[in-house]
């Protein structure tokens, strides 16, 4: 069975730094496009960045500049690791694997094309 469990959240102050990780089991994050997600209070899950098979990675517009999605591979981990966070930030963070059928240098922020969600951490930015 596949799963995902995020962590590294927490409340931090704007303009500082966080680094989420997503630890798999179950399966072998090779094999798949990885993407992270985020639903703020009130509004919809978006997603804001990825990284295919190969290492290609792509981010949402409000994000790009600040955030850095990779893969570590010999952990069978994806990290996030988010800097200048301003308090737009403050979501829950979700980590998502995406479909197998992903050509490998594909990603995508569509939330129809998630196979495993994670259970989601959850980043404050507030002073």
């Known amino acids: 069975q596949l799963q995902v469990v995020e962590s590294g959240g927490g409340l931090v102050q704007p303009g500082g730094s966080l680094r989420l990780s997503c630890a798999a089991s179950g399966f072998i994050m090779d094999y798949y496009a990885m993407a992270w997600f985020r639903q703020a209070p009130g509004k919809e899950r978006e997603g804001v960045s990825c990284?295919?098979?190969?290492?290609?990675?792509d981010y949402h517009s409000s994000v790009e500049g600040r955030f850095t999605v990779s893969r570590d591979r010999a952990a069978n981990t994806v990290h996030l690791q988010i800097n200048n966070l301003k308090p737009e930030d403050t979501a829950v963070y979700y980590c998502a694997v995406l479909s197998r059928a992903l050509l490998a240098r594909q990603c995508v922020l569509q939330s129809n094309r998630v196979e495993v969600w994670g259970q989601g951490t959850l980043v404050t930015v507030s002073s």
């Open positions: 990284v295919s098979k190969d290492g290609t990675t």
